[in-house]
């Protein structure tokens, strides 16, 4: 095994060269000497000893400087210094530069042997180490790429035949991945390759664009993609991190139809209710013109009265909704909020009165209009300011604002009524939701807010509510300005 091994010599000529040369081949080492630089460079790049001994001075250069230089260039080299001498500093200097040992006189041929086995063995058992771990490490790596890869396969065979449309983009919203269900929704084709181009060349659908135009926003759940047949799709944006982004679709046309229907059912049943009512109605004033009522007949006309009135307001308020949704509301004129809530304010005067409340208007100077239906716009204050005093006690206080924010038009209702529990405040605007703390002697059909949001919402505004428990409420609207 020794005798394939070389051992180079890098010494100036001397007998201690020669006495080395002798006692390395009697080894069974391949000896090869160089006395100067580029021999030594040469030798070291082509030849490959298995290790070098150098003198501490060679070919006029400082041994420990040309072995840096070497073990720069091969780190894995195994380097023997020859020093003439043994100096305090010598084992020292060797071990920061990195060499493996090294010999100094007297020198016997046996120290020179040992010394090169000795540094040999090391070399090969970290040779060994390097060479098993470099294999560890790539056969590693090579399972994770492996892995890696069926794991894509996998997955894109998982989106892929998702029944939900997924779209996966980069961060400039070129696709990454669009799966079939997508190419069916916008008709794409199923073999054209997309992946790399820009989402917004491929899909020109004008709600997805909006939808795109939003991502500033963050996770956006709710947005609504139509198309000219009449489907409908919910879409989520979900950023990704150092990926991009994806975008989910779900077919929801069969609920949009549920929803038509529903209000369909509601207007047709909302109308047949209404005309008995008003024959009842009609056939009450006819009983008291056919004779004077005892007063436990007039007592009993009267609690007939009030439920017939109030059924009529709840057929009214389900027409009204009915009509609303089914995207009826259509006119639109300059209405100027102000003007609109002092009719709205004079009709609720007398009941303001009478459970003596506090009222104050602050009405902003500079006001601007908003485009919308008058009707509709006195309907929603009215139903503001009607909670508003239905719910707070008597000698409470009510503040109407109107102020001008960011080209809005905004209205605020606040009160010292009961206030809504927090849990309960996003549930008020739905239809028949009555909030868990309102009062017992309040009635009411939990429709008023549903209509104040669909106003609001057909009129491209936002309505929410601010309040706390005990304290009060503060309900805000805010339509967008315009002649
Ligand atoms: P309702 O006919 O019950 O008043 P609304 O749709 O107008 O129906 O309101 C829904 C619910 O919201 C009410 O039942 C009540 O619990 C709560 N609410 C509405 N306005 C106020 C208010 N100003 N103060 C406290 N609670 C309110």
């Known amino acids: 095994m020794a005798k394939q091994e ?8 001397s007998p201690t060269l020669d006495l080395m040369q002798r006692a390395l081949s009697a080894a069974g080492f391949e000896v090869a000497i160089v006395h100067n630089r580029p021999a030594l460079d040469k030798s070291v790049q082509e030849a490959i000893p298995s290790l070098m001994l150098i003198g501490d001075t060679f070919a006029g250069q400082d041994g420990l400087t040309v072995s840096s230089e070497m073990l720069a260039r091969f780190p894995t080299l195994p380097i023997i210094l020859y020093a003439n001498q043994d100096t305090t500093g010598l084992a020292k200097s060797i071990l920061k530069k990195g060499l493996s040992g090294y010999l100094y006189p007297p020198l016997k041929m046996a120290d020179i042997v040992d010394e090169v086995q000795r540094c040999l063995v090391r070399a090969r058992t970290l ?31 998982i989106i892929a035949n998702i029944q939900d449309g997924v779209i996966v983009m980069d961060e400039g919203q070129n696709i990454l991945l669009i799966n079939r269900a997508v190419r069916e929704i916008f008709n794409l084709g199923e073999e054209t390759p997309l992946t790399g181009k820009s989402l917004k060349a491929v899909i020109t659908n004008d709600d997805l664009h909006a939808l795109l135009d939003r ?3 963050g996770v956006l759940k709710y947005h609504e993609i139509n198309f000219d047949d009449g489907r409908v799709f919910n879409a989520q944006y979900t950023p990704i991190p150092k990926i991009g982004s994806a975008v989910t679709m779900q077919d929801i046309s069969y609920l949009k139809e549920l929803d038509r229907m529903k209000s369909d059912f509601i207007h047709t049943v909302s109308h047949d209710l209404r005309s008995p009512l008003t024959s009842i109605l009609g056939y009450m004033e006819l009983i008291e013109r056919t004779g004077p009522l005892n007063q436990n007949q007039q007592e009993f006309m009267q609690r007939l009265q009030g439920s017939v009135q109030h059924i009529t307001s709840l057929v009214n308020d389900l027409l009204d909704l009915g009509r609303l949704e089914a995207g009826f509301d259509t006119r639109r004129e300059t209405v100027y909020l102000e003007n609109v809530l002092r009719y709205s304010l004079d009709m609720f005067d007398t009941q303001i009165r009478k459970k003596k409340i506090q009222l104050d208007v602050e009405i902003a100077p500079g006001l601007q209009p908003v485009r919308a239906n008058p009707i509709r716009i006195r309907q929603m204050l009215d139903n503001l300011l009607g909670n508003a005093i239905k719910y707070t006690p008597n000698e409470g206080r009510i503040r109407v604002r109107i102020s001008m924010e960011e080209e809005q038009v905004v209205l605020r209702v606040e009160d010292t009524g009961p206030g809504i529990p927090p849990d309960e405040q996003n549930r008020i605007f739905e239809k028949f939701y009555r909030a868990s703390n309102r009062p017992d002697d309040v009635t009411g059909s939990g429709l008023g807010l549903a209509i104040v949001k669909s106003i609001v919402d057909s009129h491209q505004g936002r309505v929410w509510v601010e309040s706390t428990l005990e304290r009060g409420s503060t309900f805000a609207v805010l339509l967008p300005a315009g002649e």
Request: proline fraction near 2%; hydrophobic fraction near 40%.
């Open 127 to 157: 040779g060994d180490w390097l060479r098993r771990e470099v294999k560890r490490t790539t056969a590693s790596l090579e399972e994770k790429a492996h892995i890696s890869e069926t794991e894509r396969v996998k997955l894109e065979a």
């Open 215 to 217: 991502t500033n926003e």
């Open 6 to 13: 070389m051992i180079l010599l890098a010494m100036d000529p």
